[in-house]
């Protein structure tokens, strides 16, 4: 394990522009005029200017407020977040539709407070989205629902072309990152039913994907595990990025991992099978670059995988 990054400068690779441009303003303001919160500002993610520059945004639904604690991510986390607004896929997909976008990616806080968790919620985005947008394709990042199939399976029935659930880190050290109610085989599970259900249920198919932050203390072979993990659960496609550190209120970086190896790891996980392995230091969960690629994927027909028994 490398010495902690803490203290030490930013390295070039993860130097980013300071947002802005014409673009960037536009969508900002337009996200402030329709109350909806993106991923992009709650998350404090360095894409932000070369996404919102280039037109496109990740949105979240069901507030900015988490039920949530887990100890990487800037979201505000409360015991009970914010009233459901009725409006908000109508909202969702007026925006997308304004933007022109051929691939969106939605992302939602938990809803541990809800009666269903907000899984219905998240089935009227992706339902309001295949109405009025029916040329978009739609990646839903969801929560894990505390791994309860019946709302897991209502939120498959909505069919989004992507059904994205993120294990965040390896397995050693997912109780020191993640939230106590999260846990590392429960997000398995979650993607293995997923894409088991697809298969059985569906009649299109449904592409699973998951992502993996690095720079916490993980090492190699606990990397190459977690890959070996999610493809057994059936998981489509994967992106690899290094955690930053949100404030002095979270876990610390433990190292800044250079790109040759995420272009390593891109590598072993092309090997591993994944239909596409997006991994890069500034690489998040919603990655602008590979929503081309996977929406080539969706287009070719190629049939999504299934967890091995």
């Known amino acids: 394990m490398a010495a902690p990054a803490e203290g030490r400068r930013l390295p070039d690779w993860l130097k980013v522009r300071p947002p802005g441009g014409e673009e960037y303003k536009r969508i900002k303001e337009m996200r402030t005029e329709r109350e909806l919160a993106t991923v992009c500002e709650e998350a404090q993610c360095p894409n932000v200017g070369e996404c919102w520059g280039g037109g496109t945004a990740t949105f979240m639904v069901m507030g900015d407020t988490c039920t949530r604690g887990c100890r990487f991510c800037a979201v505000e986390t409360e015991q009970d977040g914010q009233a459901l607004d009725p409006m ?4 969702l997909a007026r925006s997308v539709d304004e933007m022109d976008l051929a691939y969106v990616v939605v992302t939602s806080v938990d809803r541990d407070d809800l009666p269903d968790q907000g899984a ?13 947008c029916p040329e978009t394709k739609v990646e839903f990042l969801i929560p894990d629902f505390q791994g309860e199939e019946d709302l897991i399976s209502l939120v498959c029935d909505a069919q989004p072309h992507v059904l994205a659930h993120n294990i965040e880190t390896v397995r ?3 109780p020191e990152v ?7 085989d429960q997000s398995l599970e979650v993607l293995r039913f997923a894409s088991e259900y697809a298969e059985k249920a569906l009649d299109g198919p449904m592409y699973t994907k998951s992502s993996i932050m690095v720079g916490l203390g993980e090492t190699e072979d606990e990397v190459r595990q977690a890959m070996d993990d999610l493809r057994a659960a059936g998981v489509d496609f ?4 290094q955690y930053l550190r949100p404030s002095e209120s979270h876990i610390e970086v433990d190292d800044f991992v250079p790109p040759d190896l ?12 994944f239909k596409y392995v997006a991994s890069g230091p500034l690489v998040r969960s919603s990655y602008r670059a590979g929503e081309y690629y996977i929406s080539n994927v969706i287009e070719s027909g190629d049939t999504p995988d299934l967890p091995q028994p």
């Open 88 to 91: 908000e896929p109508a909202k």
């Open 120 to 132: 219905s919620h998240v089935a009227t985005c992706i339902d309001t989205l295949h109405k009025e």
């Open 172 to 174: 050693r050290l997912t």
């Open 178 to 184: 993640r939230d106590d109610r999260a846990g590392y």
């Open 238 to 241: 994967l992106t690899i990025g």
């Open 262 to 273: 995420f272009d390593k790891y891109e590598e072993i996980g092309e090997e591993k099978g």
